[in-house]
């Protein structure tokens, strides 16, 4: 008897407690697309989906689905986000290269800054810059001699023109002022297998891909990229702290809207957003891929990326990267 008594207690305290997280539904009660410029199965894939499964279940929408659009560095798909009805029905998720593209894809279909409205930020996730475990050195020091005695010469390997990898490393020699050769690949996958056998020196990769690599013995990891150590290689030491004063690259993931989606509408988005930050459950799955949350309201989202676009702006005329 004390049983049944106690369930419908139960049931409304489980009630109550969704109910003090749950965001608020969209007035229109039509579908809601992520659109995600990049293929499955990448950083900005996973996080989408990870938000996308937390609003059905908080009932931000009565369906939440990931577009994959890939193509033209992200161009392909943030133009349709751009040109999609502005009822937050669809949003887009990018990351670094959104703030690189139109300074090295002059003739986009759209207009990075001023076609889009930020929902909220989402994510950052630190990268590690590694070598083949053969290397002749174990830290950036050595490898900034390295560059040094062979000017122009020492290959790094990236993801792509103007990807994360690409530009976290344009940024490393902006700052320790060397000059060292690109080589571009179709993605991080066969960048990371060159590095592992040797053909390339060097490569800048997020954690969630290359740690496990640097665990297994497969490459050696010379420092992590962001301001602080990350905890879950905390005996890698920063770019930094490592002889390149005030380095900090970390690769950001952003929600944006269209262009005059109502402001009230991405309040109501962001609030959602900033809540599904906060618990526990999904902080804890960001955490597992390296991730850290970046709870911030809309305007401090504008002012953020605001920032990356100078800075990248910068780094493209500094290091003359041009699209291929």
């Known amino acids: 008897m004390h049983t049944f008594r106690r369930r419908p207690l139960l049931v409304l305290s489980i009630a109550l407690a969704l109910a003090s997280v749950a965001a608020p539904a969209l007035a229109q009660g039509q579908p809601l697309r992520i659109v995600v410029p990049f293929a499955a199965g990448g950083a900005a894939d996973t996080y989408a989906r990870l938000l996308a499964q937390q609003w059905q279940e908080a009932s931000v929408a009565p369906t939440v689905i990931v577009d994959n659009k890939p193509g033209a560095g992200g161009a392909v798909g943030s133009d349709l986000a751009a040109k999609a009805t502005p009822d937050g029905n669809t949003l887009l998720m990018v990351t670094v290269g959104h703030a690189v ?23 950052s996730v630190p990268s590690l810059l590694v070598v083949h475990p053969g290397f002749q050195g174990s830290s950036i020091k050595d490898l900034l001699s390295a560059a040094r005695a062979k000017p122009g010469g020492l290959e790094y390997a990236s993801s792509g023109t103007g990807s994360t990898s690409h530009v976290a490393a344009a940024q490393l020699e902006s700052m320790a002022k060397v000059d ?68 900090e690259f970390t690769a950001w993931y952003v929600l944006l809207a269209p262009a005059r ?16 930050l906060t618990q526990a459950a999904f902080v804890a799955r960001l955490n597992e891929s390296g991730a850290q949350p970046m709870a911030m309201d809309s305007a401090a989202s504008a002012q953020y990326l605001d920032r990356e676009f100078s800075k990248w702006s910068r780094i493209v005329k500094e290091r003359n990267i041009k699209a291929e």
């Open 101 to 123: 593209n139109p300074f090295i894809l002059p003739k986009l279909p759209y207009d990075s800054r001023n076609d889009f409205v930020p929902v909220g930020m989402v994510a």
């Open 180 to 247: 060292m050769l690109h080589v571009p690949y179709r993605g991080a996958a066969p960048a990371l297998q060159d590095v592992m056998g040797g053909r390339v020196a060097f490569t800048i990769d997020v954690i969630t891909s290359s740690l496990p690599h640097v665990k297994s013995g497969k490459l050696k990891a010379l420092a992590v990229t962001s301001a602080q150590r990350s905890p879950q290689a905390p005996d890698i030491p920063t770019i930094a702290e490592s002889g390149v004063d005030g380095y």
């Open 261 to 276: 989606t109502p402001a009230d509408t991405v309040k109501r988005l962001n609030t959602a957003l900033q809540q599904t």
